[in-house]
């Protein structure tokens, strides 16, 4: 205690020097230190307030042990160099180690790292929540008599606990066998976090395949594999074909953000290419959007091209020719059809919805964008120059442009515009809903 | 592959051999020469080899240095092993033995350096009658007077070498005998015994490729303005590859798990019904695949029509799947029927009790009882999901062990020769391993939450359902004087047109006038 509260008694008489053995232990961190000098070891309460309260806050009063908290703020302080990374963050906590033989305030500061961890990006890694647990000084709160065992033995410290392997459940980290032994060290086999570190072992292996649609752990950073990655997950049929419409040029180094080119990713299933050139170039066809989706935490927006249903009127039934099947014949001359019994066409999920061309995932959502998209459809599909594009963006503009891009069509009259509109917005709202 | 890492080899345990199996399968002739030189050519030594023996032959065998080969066959015993003509004699100064002879269809006859030979030698009883007995020898081409033929023109797995080896006076020192003098025949039987297993896992990997490629057809051809996976027939050839895949695996990878625990279990009856199962699956499966492709799959650009002719010498290599099914049932009968003579004897002798109480059971049984195998339930063995199949095999289980008891006193020692029972038996076997393994499989990647377990489950009720009833129908056709066995019928018919040896009908256009 008294080599800590000298140590402290240093730094603060050599503020600004910066060359105590404690700074120079924790290098880099402290140099910024220097700039807070007049506010005294006893005020960092208010540092605080800008952190997210996932956890207890820290208690305030300058008490004995959380004295020792705003050298914990300062071990987490960005670097000079900034690189706020794992080597910095194992460093900060192993500082913490080396401060104190006691670890006075250990608990708090476990709070704090754990809140940290994600500025640091290091939620996901199994050994720094191993390094975590292993600040808890160990041997020390195991129960030792049953009476302990009866009454939670140090209950801070096991909520503490407790919360470290939570947070390790919510990011999706599985804890091994060094987890284990820590925690049998530390907290004993029949203390709280032990039973949740159980119920994880067991839990996590069995959920660990149960979503349907699995995602890859680490997302692709480049927009273009994100996006493809969103496309495939949408149309995960095999024969849909991912086509890149446009590449995100190289921005210029003046910094001048013009993203004159943002990337534009499309797919197309060739059921789709075979449906829109079956469309009537009558009806128009529309680009809606943008929709959001989310692909674990990070969200794509991608537009759709489709049209209305046809009224039952137009509908035209599809024809099966005489003579068909050379072999056996494809329509009975009967005058019944299904039974009741066997009539599964009705399903009350299924809602019938007009067909939809294509997606795509494009970086701007505007519509120049947007019409290199079609532009860039035009090629596979030959038809699409014949049938006008109606645009109904629900961007940030609410601009509702009618255009074609096939341009012999002349655009829609402008009270068709108004009732369009009208539906936009139903939609919008339907779809935001 | 599975040489000790001591002599240079990899040290594999069954499984891993059994999923290298997997990968090797995907072509026919790569997985039969390699087979036949580790699998057979060089167990032998493994097995039944002294240390000397081994330090001797292994570390060059197992860097490829030297390839072996399993001589066994001959042209006038190819499954009968006991009438082979080969014949080793002992030199005059008892360190030679003079080999003699030739072995037909010999895989990597052309290429082997290293054989194990298996020929007739003169061994003096204990009783001091001589005797013929198979010892098994090492023999090296260095030995002089090995020769081979020209390598055979085969329908199927013509990538491999298989040709004819001949012996002439060749000296194989008297070191080379492997196991003992006269205990070839042991010798033999273990090393068939042993890689059997493996084809369950070779098969399942071939047919995995298999269904992508033809799927990857089928879901693209378009006929009649669907695709060809709409149609129902095509949907379920797939369900069926699918799911003869899965129970393979089950089957191998359990059998593989079996004999990789300590000691040395038996498991060659498992081991053999992992093999009848997925030579005769292949074949099926395969066959269909190339129904699916039609026209294309008939012609040689695609790889179909070869893997159709590679699986078909899957059922005659490594034992005949006809011998398989009585060795597979007669061991089983054997063993069943060690445990039920005592019960037979005091049947025959009329024991007032034991009477009184198979005529209670055989009455419970005809009204129709529930058996509880102690499989479902709450403390049951399987998932819930699974416990309607798990029912099926306990029920199955105990009618098939009453049927064996009737048929045990029925006939005794000479079912032996009623092989078209024997066969059915194998066959109803065959079906219980297969449920049991898929059914312990589902469990447990439901209760570990392997991804896409409800496909498994689905896989596994299916197999149980369909193998429940054939089962069913198998066990009635045992019984003597059910209308489904037509045992009697075939015999007539097969010895009519035997001894004619030809089709003996009238032709349908004679006229008698």
């Known amino acids: ?433 | 592959m599975q040489v000790p890492e001591e002599y240079g080899g990899l040290g594999l345990s069954n499984t891993l051999y059994a999923r290298m199996g997997e990968i090797v399968g995907l072509d026919g002739s790569i997985a039969v020469t390699l087979a036949a030189h580790q699998a057979i050519g060089l167990k032998g030594i493994i097995l039944a080899g002294s240390k000397e023996q081994k330090a001797k032959y292994l570390p060059r065998l197992a860097s490829g240095e030297h390839i072996a080969a399993f001589c066994l066959t001959e042209p006038s015993s190819g499954s009968d092993v006991a009438s082979i003509k080969t014949r080793a004699t002992l030199s005059e100064d008892k360190k030679y033995y003079i080999l003699n002879g030739s072995k037909v269809w010999i895989t990597n006859g052309g290429l082997a350096n290293i054989f194990t030979v298996f020929a007739k030698t003169q061994v003096v009883d204990s009783e001091s009658s001589v005797k013929d007995k198979i010892t098994a020898f090492i023999v090296e081409r260095d030995f002089g007077g090995v020769t081979n033929g020209k390598p055979e023109d085969k329908l199927g797995i013509r990538g491999s070498n298989t040709c004819e080896v001949h012996f002439e006076n060749t000296r194989v020192p008297v070191e080379n005998v492997l196991g003992e003098v006269g205990g070839g025949f042991k010798v033999a039987m273990n090393i068939l015994n042993s890689g059997r297993f493996s084809m369950g896992s070779v098969v399942a990997g071939m047919l995995k490729k298999l269904i992508e490629m033809t799927a990857e057809y089928a879901c693209t051809r378009k006929q009649f303005n669907k695709n060809l996976s709409e149609f129902g027939l095509i949907q379920e050839k797939f369900a069926l590859m699918a799911q003869k895949a899965y129970v393979m695996e089950s089957m191998a990878y359990l059998t593989a798990g079996m004999l990789d625990r300590p000691g040395f279990p038996d498991c060659s009856i498992e081991a053999a019904m992992v093999k009848v199962f997925s030579s005769e699956c292949a074949w099926q499966c395969v066959s269909e695949a190339l129904q699916i492709l039609g026209g294309s799959g008939y012609m040689r650009d695609y790889p179909y029509e070869r893997m159709l002719r590679d699986t078909r010498i899957l059922l005659i290599f490594e034992g005949t799947n006809e011998i398989l099914r009585m060795y597979i049932a007669l061991t089983g009968l054997q063993h069943a029927g060690r445990i039920l003579t005592a019960r037979i004897n005091e049947l025959k002798r009329g024991n007032v009790s034991t009477v009184i109480e198979t005529i209670s059971q055989k009455l419970r049984d005809s009204v129709g009882r529930t058996v509880n195998m102690g499989l479902t339930g709450k403390l049951g063995a399987v998932h819930p999901s699974v416990a309607d199949s798990a029912s099926k095999l306990e029920e199955n289980v105990y009618y098939f062990g009453r049927t064996v008891e009737t048929l045990l006193l029925r006939f005794g020692k000479t079912i032996v020769e009623e092989q078209m029972i024997l066969k059915r038996v194998a066959n109803i076997l065959i079906n219980l391993y297969g449920m049991t393994a898929v059914l312990s499989r589902a469990s447990r990647s439901i209760r570990v939450g392997l991804p896409n377990h409800d496909h498994e489950v689905l896989l596994a009720n299916i197999y149980c359902a369909e193998a429940y009833y054939q089962n069913l129908f198998t066990l009635s056709q045992l019984d003597k004087y059910s209308p489904e066995n037509l045992d009697e019928q075939i015999k007539k018919v097969s010895e009519q047109v035997l001894e004619k040896r030809a089709y003996i009908c009238a032709h349908p256009l004679e006229r008698t006038s």
């Open chain 1, 1 to 433: 205690m008294s080599w800590a509260q000298a140590i402290l008694l240093a730094r603060g008489l050599s503020r600004g020097c910066g060359g105590i053995c404690g700074a120079t232990v924790t290098g880099a961190p402290f140099s910024q230190v220097s700039l807070q000098a007049p506010r005294g070891l006893h005020c960092s309460a208010a540092t605080h307030s800008s952190d997210s309260w996932l956890v207890p806050p820290p208690p305030k009063p300058p008490r004995g042990p959380t004295r020792a908290l705003a050298p914990h703020e300062e071990l987490f302080r960005r670097a000079p160099d900034g690189a706020q990374d794992k080597a910095n963050f194992v460093r900060a906590v192993q500082t913490f180690g080396q401060h104190n033989v006691h670890k006075r305030g250990h608990v708090d500061f476990i709070y704090l790292a754990l809140r940290k961890m994600r500025e640091y990006g290091v939620e996901r890694d199994l050994a720094v929540y191993n390094l975590l647990l292993d600040v808890f000084p160990k041997e020390v709160f195991r129960p030792r008599s049953i009476f302990q065992r009866i009454f939670i033995h140090y209950p801070r410290q096991q909520e503490c606990g407790i919360a470290v392997l939570e947070q390790m459940e919510n990011h999706g980290v599985m804890p091994n066998k060094e987890t284990e032994f820590l925690l049998i060290q530390i907290f004993g086999r029949k203390s709280y976090p032990m039973l949740k570190f159980v119920r994880m072992k067991l839990w996590f292996s069995r959920f660990k395949n149960i979503n349907p649609f699995p995602l890859p752990r680490d997302l692709p950073q480049d927009p273009v594999d994100l996006a493809k990655l969103g496309l495939r997950h949408m149309e995960p049929n095999l024969s849909a074909r991912v086509t890149i419409y446009q590449t995100p040029s190289a921005r210029d180094s003046t910094g001048a953000a013009d993203a004159t080119e943002s990337h534009i990713v499309g797919i197309q299933t060739p059921d789709q290419q075979a449906a829109l050139a079956h469309h009537n170039p009558a009806r128009p066809i529309f680009v809606e959007g943008p929709f959001s989706l989310w692909l674990r935490d990070k969200c794509v927006y991608y537009h759709i091209l489709r049209a209305d249903l046809l009224p039952p009127e137009e509908r035209e039934a599809e024809e099966i020719p005489e003579e068909w099947n050379l072999y056996y014949p494809m329509q009975l001359d009967l005058d019944y059809g299904r039974s009741g019994w066997d009539d599964y066409e009705f399903d009350i999920h299924k809602v019938e919805e007009g067909p939809v061309f294509a997606i795509c995932v494009a970086g701007a959502h505007d519509q120049a964008t947007l019409a290199r998209w079609i532009q860039g459809l035009q090629e596979t599909n030959p038809g699409l120059a014949q049938i006008p594009v109606v645009f109904r963006l629900a961007g940030s503009t609410g601009e509702l442009l009618a255009t074609s891009s096939g341009l012999e069509e002349p655009p829609p009259p402008p009270p068709e515009g108004q009732e369009e509109e009208e539906n936009n917005q139903q939609r919008q709202q339907q779809g935001q809903s």
